[in-house]
């Protein structure tokens, strides 16, 4: 993960460096999970026919040349996507096969504590991410950061051939890549289309959030600087990432304490409603706004390992691994639209309070309609 987030902590950087609009810094951050949703159907279902580390171990690999090439050749918008677009191929061969290698290990109560800890570690990893790349740029500049960031994916794709086992394949060989005839089995189940929309939202709202958050914190510190103030915006953000993670697993505690389907919309509902207050907030004190921040960032995630463990525990193992590249191919897709519109939202509506304002209002609103809807149809038992 320590490359995911290297862009969107160096964004106003970049801004400046290469005269990039909102908008086109939008489609760079976007294009990271359109690489994701475009390629995750593929290797995800390839989870059902071989064992994860086929699918992980190269997937890492990826990764790491795609950092060591953006250190090397990125200049401006179409060589940073191209380059961002195959950084999220990798995350696809890596973060939902990671997934799947756990689960098949794992039953019972500690399969879904141990999943939503899994997902908790996506915020962890981001986190240093954006530590990383704040900490590196000042000092020997983004293009040797970005380099030695590489040496992230490379440390994973050790551990993971040391640590997972090879193993037999889960299907027949002479299966199809991605059996789109079973679809309609993995989607008879109203419950697993509602955690898929519901997943759609949630990432429609997490990665708009976390795409421009060092943005809007370098945003929010320059209408009232704060001297000698001694966090950047990288080192909020990743306490803002960081602190997502005991929200991640205290949400999934209440949703197996209290229904997980209830406390999922609950969670979706309160944070669509932060969303709509945040940008706003921007022209408060730039403790207040860091502060909304912060509940926004926590308030988000509670429902992110509810989520993924209400979708294992709802698939048919069968199809488990189609299953989860329905909802991530959904989630993701939603995650590659969201900096984009936030980013042609700043543009039209100016890089002012109101902007940031009508920004984050947008990703509220899809979140709130999201849980009203779930509540009310999906997972509504009948």
Known sequence: MAGTMYFPALLPAFQKEWGISNTEAGWINGIFFAGYALTSPILVSLTDRFNPRRIYLPSALLGAVSMLFFGALASGTWSAALLRLIAGVSLAGTYMPGLRALSDN?????????????????????????????????????????????????????????????????????????????????????????????????????????????????FCLSLQPIPHFALSPQNIAMIILLMGVPATIFGNEGAMKWDRSRMITLFMIGAGMIGCVI????????????????????????????????????????????????????????AFLAPLCFGVTLDMAGHGVKGWGFAFSLMGIVCIATGMCLNWYFFRKR
């Not at 962890?124 to 954006?130: E, F, L, N, P, R």
């Not at 109203?190 to 421009?212: D, K, P």
């Open 279 to 334: 940008g706003f907030a921007s022209g408060l004190h730039p403790v207040a706004a860091v502060g909304i921040a912060l509940v926004y960032g926590m308030t988000i995630m509670m429902d992110s390992g509810t989520l993924t463990a209400g979708i294992v525990a709802e698939a048919d193992e069968k199809y488990r691994g189609l299953t989860l590249a329905v909802y991530t191919f959904i989630g993701f897709t939603m």
């Open 106 to 218: 794992l039953s019972g109560p500690k399969q879904s504590r141990f999943i939503v800890f899994y997902t908790a570690s996506y915020g962890i990893g981001t986190a240093i991410s954006v530590f990383l790349a704040g900490l590196l740029q000042p000092s020997i500049g983004w293009r040797l950061g970005s380099t030695l960031v590489a040496l992230g994916p490379l440390a994973a794709f050790v551990i993971f051939s040391i640590v997972i086992p090879a193993g037999k394949a889960h299907a027949k060989p002479h299966e199809t890549l991605l059996p789109l005839r079973d679809l309609s089995l993995v989607l008879q189940k109203r419950a697993v289309i509602g955690y898929i929309i519901g997943y759609g939202a949630h990432c429609w709202e997490l990665f708009g959030f976390r795409s421009w958050l060092v943005a809007f914190l370098t």
